[in-house]
């Protein structure tokens, strides 16, 4: 019997957590068959290898002039649909306790875990995904996803007791998120040359759901072979997230899968769909999709930053004309969620 299968079949008595799966598979020196990607999508096969041009760096604390930090905001979100804010606001301490907390939330007893386990049919919780994707494969990967605003989304019993100050790192973090956003919204709204609120405006305001997920992608003997998070665009407004020290983000622009460099520090904005909508096309969602390391887990933090469900999204009016036509349809947001997640027409 191949190594692979055996490692397939004493998992199959378990849950299948990734994290599981990452303890056998190191025993092993090999992965099951379901995590190895068609060749089309290995990491191994299909990373530009190459001079890669960096993702932007927006320094919100270095340009005198307002005007200019807009544009390079603006021209990054045009151009890449994403970059990396330095001086962002964020205190290094408030970050280094989210990933504290979440990193030993990880690493509890899996009984421990499980606790929180997300139920099917809904978004928050602790799970790994189970299905198989259309080519029938899975991703190296598990996550814990929570609400973190506004206050009548969330529900502390997917948020971990253990380590008992998860709450306040988490809180911590949120409070100065939600500055950090509101900034690049305002930004990006100049940048469209509409009025400052327009963009929060559009995607709630007070009620912009903000939805923290943490993604634990374990070791993985074919870092070669497998992907953490396949690629995809964000389905919400803007991303705003943290990585641990382990790189693993891999952008596809001008044809090429090239490694994203963090700055250490940095945080990183993905452009989401909804802003694409919004702005009818000028801003562009990042395709993007994760690698997995050898030797280390690497960890993500990503706040999903999106309108409320009911909430009607389709490009603004004041970017359509006779002259310039909507490219998108307007929709509710879990109307475009739905066809998003089941991989239907929008
Ligand atoms: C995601 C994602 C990127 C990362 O979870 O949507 O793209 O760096 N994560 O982990
Ligand atoms: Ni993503």
């Not at 923290?212 to 396949?230: E, F, H, Q, S, T």
Request: with cysteine; glycine share 6%; hydrophobic share 40%.
């Amino acid at each position: 019997m191949r190594v692979a299968q055996s490692i397939s079949m004493s998992i199959s008595m378990e849950a299948e957590r990734v994290q599981a799966i990452a303890s056998l598979s190191a025993a092993a020196d090999d992965i099951p068959p379901e995590f190895v990607r068609p060749e089309h999508e290995q990491p191994g096969f299909t990373t530009y290898r190459g001079q890669a041009p960096e993702i932007p760096v927006v320094d919100l604390a270095g340009e005198a002039d307002q005007g200019e930090l807009v544009s390079r905001v603006a021209a990054a979100a045009r151009e890449w649909g994403i970059f990396q804010v330095v001086n962002h606001g964020i205190p290094a301490e408030v970050v280094r306790d989210l990933q504290r907390v979440g990193k030993a939330f990880f690493e509890l007893p899996q009984e421990e875990k499980e606790k929180y386990a997300a139920k099917p049919g809904s978004t928050e919780g602790y799970g790994t995904k189970l299905q198989k994707d259309l080519e029938g494969k899975k991703a190296w990967v598990d996550f814990l996803f929570h609400n973190i605003w506004p206050p009548a989304m969330i529900n502390y019993a997917f948020w971990p007791k253990i380590p008992r100050d998860y709450r306040k790192a988490n809180e911590e973090y949120g409070k100065y998120l939600r500055i950090l956003s509101n900034k690049i919204l305002i930004m990006l709204s100049k940048g469209l040359g509409l009025e400052d609120h327009v963009l929060m405006q559009s995607v709630g305001g007070q009620n912009l759901e903000y939805l923290l997920k943490i993604n634990y992608y374990p070791p993985c003997p074919r870092p070669d072979l497998a992907l953490g998070v396949v690629a995809h665009t964000d389905m919400s407004a803007i991303t705003i997230l943290v990585p641990n020290d382990v790189p693993g983000l891999q952008i596809f622009k001008d044809d090429h899968w090239f490694d994203a460099k963090h700055i250490p520090n940095a945080i990183i904005v993905h452009v989401g769909d909804q802003i694409e909508i919004l702005s009818n096309g000028y801003y562009k969602s990042v395709l993007h999709r994760t690698t997995v390391n050898k030797e280390k887990a690497r960890m993500s933090w990503p706040v999903f930053c999106s309108p409320p469900p009911e909430m009607e999204i389709g490009p603004l009016p004041q970017l359509v004309s006779d002259e310039t036509l909507a490219k998108y349809k307007t929709k509710m947001y879990k109307d475009y969620a739905y066809c998003k997640l089941n991989k239907l027409p929008q």
